[in-house]
């Protein structure tokens, strides 16, 4: 009996090329894993955050009015807690696809880079002086979201452009609503838009095998 014709070998230059990308995909997966989980996170810090903002002009008032800087603080302490939430996720998640030293060196990397961008956030408002409270203070979210924004678009542009696309996504949400609707209104209103994008952004990054 004849045994079936087989496929015809790799050569030693194919065979090299295949390990490599493959290689290339597993690295690739660990920097982004846990992507759709941390974005669901942002999603839900970005409600938190704009809708204690809308909360607080429309149910205390005086408040809002004897303490213009408190969004600074509001968001410093949410944003340190989304990108150190990204980084354990991130790295959570990265053991799932490989373990060792190259599993670690990733998980290291991932957590500085976002340990970076939360600096930025604390450090670009109070280089700008917005620290200093007053009217200005209200600025620091513009700020940090472009921070963020930049984080995810820079990650993106390194490891997969459909970060950097989620990242632009974000900007437009968030920005558009706030230049063109009335505060507090634009708060709520970019609330709603970032959580659009988020939900939108992960079912197109599980839909892509991104996890």
Not at 70 to 98: C, E, F, Q
Not at 135 to 161: C, H, K, N, Q, S
Not at 162 to 168: F, H, P, S, T, W
Not at 190 to 203: E, G, K, N, Q
Request: no cysteine; aromatic share 10%.
């Amino acid at each position: 009996m004849e045994r079936p014709e087989t496929e015809a070998a790799l050569t030693p230059e194919e065979g090299w090329s295949t390990i490599h990308r493959t290689l290339d995909r597993t690295r690739s997966s660990m920097y982004v894993a846990g992507t759709s989980t941390i974005l669901l996170l942002w999603g839900a810090i970005v409600a938190i955050g704009f809708a204690s903002q809308y909360a607080v002009h429309t149910l205390a008032s005086d408040f809002a009015a004897d303490r213009p800087w408190y969004p600074g603080p509001l968001w410093g302490v949410l944003v340190v807690a989304g990108m150190t939430g990204s980084a354990i996720i991130g790295n959570r998640a990265s053991r799932k696809i490989a373990v060792g030293s190259g599993m670690r060196s990733v998980g290291i990397r991932v957590f500085l880079f976002w340990l970076a961008i939360v600096a930025a956030t604390l450090l670009i408002p109070a280089a700008a002086g917005l620290w200093a409270g007053g009217e200005d203070a209200a600025r620091i979210p513009y700020v940090a979201i472009g921070i963020v924004t930049l984080g995810f678009v820079l990650f993106g542009i390194m490891v997969r452009p459909v970060l950097a696309v989620v990242g632009l996504g974000l900007a437009t949400a968030f920005y558009i609503p706030a230049y063109l609707v009335e505060y507090p209104v634009s708060a709520a209103v970019s609330a709603a838009a970032i959580l659009a994008v988020v939900a939108l952004s992960w079912a197109w990054i599980r839909r892509s095998g991104v996890l």
